[in-house]
């Protein structure tokens, strides 16, 4: 999903003026790297910490860019099936060919929620730390 940032092909992102909201969430899984220094590392507990950010040009009557509420059950149902699992054991990362790393998670989430966000809005970035500092972002170029 791309933003329509006008007929002025040389216009940058930087000089348009957008909102952007961001909400921050939390789950707890567990978790394995597969093909880690040649094998699966053991299974292990986080509590993974995602911000979502959305981005638009303009506000709703209400003023507001979407509704907080809406994004946050957006998140609920990406990680339901995940909330307390081993993430090595249910879709999208229940294969070999799948590491449930934090980037990884980040492009799921991101790729679930880029289906949902209305179209007056842009989903600018998924971030996921699976450790205090340790995060990861996933977004889409343009």
């Known amino acids: ?18 909102y952007e909201l961001t ?12 093909h880690y220094r040649g094998g699966t590392e053991p299974i292990h507990e986080h ?3 995602v911000w979502i950010t959305i981005a638009g040009n303009n506000l ?3 003023g507001c860019l979407l509704d907080f509420g809406d994004l946050n059950t957006w998140f609920e149902q990406s990680v339901a099936n995940w909330k307390g699992k ?3 054991e249910v879709p999208p990362f229940d294969n070999d060919m799948s590491s ?9 989430i ?9 179209k007056t809005a842009v989903l600018r970035q998924v971030e996921v730390e699976e ?12």
Do not use: Q
């Open 1 to 18: 999903m791309t933003a329509d940032w006008g007929s002025n092909p040389s216009t940058t992102f930087k000089e348009r003026n957008i």
């Open 23 to 34: 909400i921050k969430r939390s789950f707890v899984a567990k978790h394995g790297l597969r």
């Open 47 to 49: 509590e993974w910490h």
């Open 60 to 62: 709703d009557p209400s």
């Open 86 to 88: 081993v993430l090595n």
């Open 100 to 108: 449930p790393s934090a980037e990884n998670i980040a492009k799921v």
């Open 110 to 118: 991101y790729d679930m929620l880029a289906g949902v966000v209305p």
């Open 131 to 142: 450790e205090p500092g340790c995060r990861a972002t996933y977004r889409e170029m343009s």
